[in-house]
């Protein structure tokens, strides 16, 4: 089943008929694959580890598959005829994405942008920097918007740094740097649920400890500022939060494992304790499947006397699942918007 973008540019092959296309920020789906009926070669960048576990089983000699925020360093000078982008959920993220695919077309190469009406793709004209032609729109099918535009000079090369922010940042730990890619959760400023879980973060903790959904690192890095002989393991789905994780630790000179993970899937073994502002959010719609499924697993890859700690928006419905999965809920915090849920074996 492809989702209403993929579908959208499938209607609008004949853009990219024989072409050796790139596709980037793809989405759940096997379009990339289905795309080798038109195109020539496809590579496909996925910045969600979901998307690119859902594709990479097709990988052939003719499609190539990577997650990341960029193409690895041996593709990094290879051109394409074709760019397809796919408007992201994080509208700031489109600016890294039109530079990005600019490094992979030659003057004259097209781009070709798709996304759902109620995304932001509206908003295309005025985010195309002007080594783009204007995007033209070519199609509006599925809820979505097909537009085609050209690379009309070469972009200034990507470094990777332009997109990343850094700031000093108070916490009961002491002062951290936190470093922050474009798109990634809370940018520029510490989210206020983060913020309580900080101000109540257990001194007991030791041994391997789960930074689930790491986003910058920055409950990693407080936890380690605290505890620097704690080894913690750092998972998110999303590339960008990886790489703000990495530089958020080198920039405090700290270490922790860091590793894509969609929820718990590939994670293995037991934690002594689990950190958490876990994700409520899948695409554009808010779910509580997400809180239901990290609860039940957390309750079995947490050691016999581990600690879990997250913090949550109130009105999810976190109270019941923690009590069916771990039998008993400490509230050890609370304001007006979040809770602080303590669980210790
Ligand atoms: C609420 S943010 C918290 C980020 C960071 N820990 C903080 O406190 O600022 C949740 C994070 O979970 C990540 N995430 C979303 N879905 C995920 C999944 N299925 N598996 C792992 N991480 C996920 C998001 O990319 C995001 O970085």
Redesign the pocket.
């Known amino acids: 089943m492809l989702t209403n973008p993929s579908q959208a540019l499938i209607r609008n092959s004949k853009y990219f008929q024989q072409h050796s296309v790139l596709a980037l920020n793809y989405e759940a789906d096997t379009f990339a694959h289905q795309c080798l009926e038109f195109a020539d070669n496809v590579t496909a960048l996925a910045l969600d580890y ?1 998307h690119h576990l859902t594709l990479s089983s097709c990988a052939n000699d003719k499609l190539q598959c990577y997650f990341g925020h960029q193409l690895p360093e041996s593709l990094a000078d290879t051109k394409f005829d074709s760019v397809i982008i796919y408007f992201p959920k994080a509208k700031p993220l489109m600016g890294y994405l039109l530079q990005l695919a600019a490094q992979h077309l030659n003057v004259d190469g097209q781009l070709i942008i798709v996304g759902e009406n109620k995304g932001g793709i509206k908003s295309i004209a005025k985010l195309t920097p002007d080594y783009y032609s204007q995007p033209i729109k070519q199609d509006n099918a599925r809820h979505c918007l097909v537009y085609v535009s050209y690379l009309i000079q070469a972009a200034p090369t990507l470094s990777i740094r332009d997109w990343v922010s850094q700031y000093s940042l108070e916490t009961p730990q002491g002062t951290l740097q936190i470093c922050n890619a474009v798109g ?3 940018e520029k400023r510490l ?1 206020q649920g ?1 913020d309580l879980l900080l101000s109540h973060l257990p001194d007991n903790l030791r041994g391997r400890v789960l ?1 689930f ?4 690192g ?2 990693t890095a407080a936890l380690l500022k605290a505890n620097p002989e704690l080894t913690i393991e750092c ?4 590339a960008m ?1 990886l790489l703000s994780c990495e530089l958020t630790l080198a920039a405090n000179s700290m270490q922790a494992k860091v590793y894509p ?3 718990f899937n590939q994670i293995t073994g037991k934690f002594d304790g689990i950190i958490s ?3 409520f959010h899948d695409g554009l719609t808010s779910t509580t499947d997400i809180a239901t499924q990290f609860v039940q697993q957390s309750a079995i890859r947490l050691t016999s006397n581990g600690i879990w700690q997250i913090v949550a928006n109130r009105h999810l419905p976190y109270s019941e699942t923690i009590a069916t999965h771990f039998g008993k809920v400490n509230v050890v915090a609370e304001n007006n918007k979040y809770k602080l849920y303590l669980h210790q074996r």
């Open positions: 979901n990634v959760f809370s989210d983060t930074d959904g790491c986003g910058a920055v409950i998972i998110d789905i999303n939060a993970s969609d929820g502002n876990p994700p």
